[in-house]
């Protein structure tokens, strides 16, 4: 997963920069998953079920409606959000200028005195910006034990998915490996029946 945030002034041009990096990643078979942060301290629910639902202590409310799922979650940080968000290629913050990783400055003011990735005006070709974030590194491989993401040195990684690839690429019903892999291992269901059998 590659990481960053999209910072800039207000009414700059933030969304739109997110809005066509999104469109230009998933056009590429890329999933995309985005974060909206804001420093009000609500999103506009005051009142609302889902707001009293987290109110009343649950982790998480989930608004089911006819074209659309969201969920809403208590006060979570940049790591948690990684732990939560299915796998996917690209994590993009809109806003988030305190958040400890890479950015992309959209407009002219330097609203964090630091260095960006890249820096982006509406009416500009996002192919500069395309390239920066593809030059970020990524994980080949990412390791989720009981929803906390564990770090794996690449060699590591390289051997884990030499493994699995020569043991999957042997089984009836697989035509290519050329994306994704996803292995989930419940641990507690296999220590179970390990036990039975003993």
């Known amino acids: 997963m590659r990481v960053f945030c999209v910072v800039g002034e207000s009414g700059k041009g933030k969304t739109t920069l997110v809005e066509q990096l999104t469109k230009a990643l998933t056009s590429k078979g890329y999933s995309v998953c985005t974060v909206k942060h804001t420093h009000f301290e609500s999103f506009d629910l005051k009142g609302k079920d889902t707001a009293r639902h987290l109110a009343s202590g649950a982790s998480m409310a989930i608004g089911l ?98 493994m699995l690839i020569g043991f999957i690429s042997t089984l009836k019903g697989i035509d290519s490996m050329e994306r994704e892999l ?16 003993l």
């Open 65 to 162: 409606a006819e074209n659309e799922t969201v969920a809403f979650f208590g006060k979570r940080d940049l790591e948690d959000i990684k732990r939560l968000v299915p796998p996917v290629d690209f994590l993009i913050v809109e806003g988030g200028k305190e958040f400890i990783c890479p950015k992309v400055l959209v407009g002219e003011t330097d609203v964090i005195r630091e260095n960006y990735i890249a820096k982006w005006n509406v009416g500009e070709t996002i192919e500069p910006v395309l390239e920066a974030i593809f030059r970020l590194p990524a994980d080949s491989t990412q390791l989720y034990v009981d929803g906390k993401r564990i770090n794996i040195k690449p060699y590591i990684q390289k051997a884990i998915i030499s």
């Open 182 to 197: 996803v292995l989930k291992v419940n641990l507690r269901e296999f220590n179970e029946n390990m036990l039975s059998n």
